[in-house]
């Protein structure tokens, strides 16, 4: 990251204080192999017993985005900081939402909400 100019902040989830974070100084406690995609630290303000999630831009004009996988937001989506493992990846998707006579359920599943109601119209004639 220190690499390609990126630029880190932690993010408290309890005060929601943004803090901008030295990766030099990561680089010198942790080594240049340590990685903080899907880490969490405490945060740095004093009285707050929070803990910081990281968020990346590539600069100035760009927009902060976190700084996670899709399982590590699974994991604290669905473990509630219980240190739960998200399912595996390869379990079988989840079954079609059940959709109304005349309407195929691929086209029900993929669809919006403007969509059904489209295919409803279409559906009653």
């Known amino acids: 990251m220190r690499d390609q100019k990126v630029r880190i ?9 943004w803090q901008k974070v030295d990766l030099d100084a990561i680089t010198m406690l942790r080594g240049r192999s340590f990685c903080l995609i899907d880490q ?7 009285e ?3 803990t910081a999630f990281f968020m990346w831009s590539t600069g100035e004009s760009t927009p902060y985005r976190p700084l996670t996988t899709e ?4 994991a604290r989506m669905f473990g509630n900081g219980q240190g739960e493992e ?4 390869d379990e ?5 939402p059940p959709a109304p006579a ?12 403007y969509e059904r109601k489209r295919l409803l119209r ?4």
Request: aromatic share 4%; net charge positive.
């Open 86 to 89: 998200p399912p595996p990846d």
């Open 9 to 17: 902040a932690a993010v408290c989830s309890k005060c929601r204080q």
């Open 92 to 96: 079988p998707p989840e079954p079609l």
């Open 40 to 46: 969490r630290g405490p945060c740095r303000i004093y």
């Open 48 to 50: 707050c017993d929070g």
């Open 71 to 74: 399982r590590g937001n699974h």
């Open 102 to 113: 005349g309407i195929s359920r691929e086209a029900w599943a993929k669809a919006d909400s």
């Open 122 to 125: 279409q559906a009653r004639g």
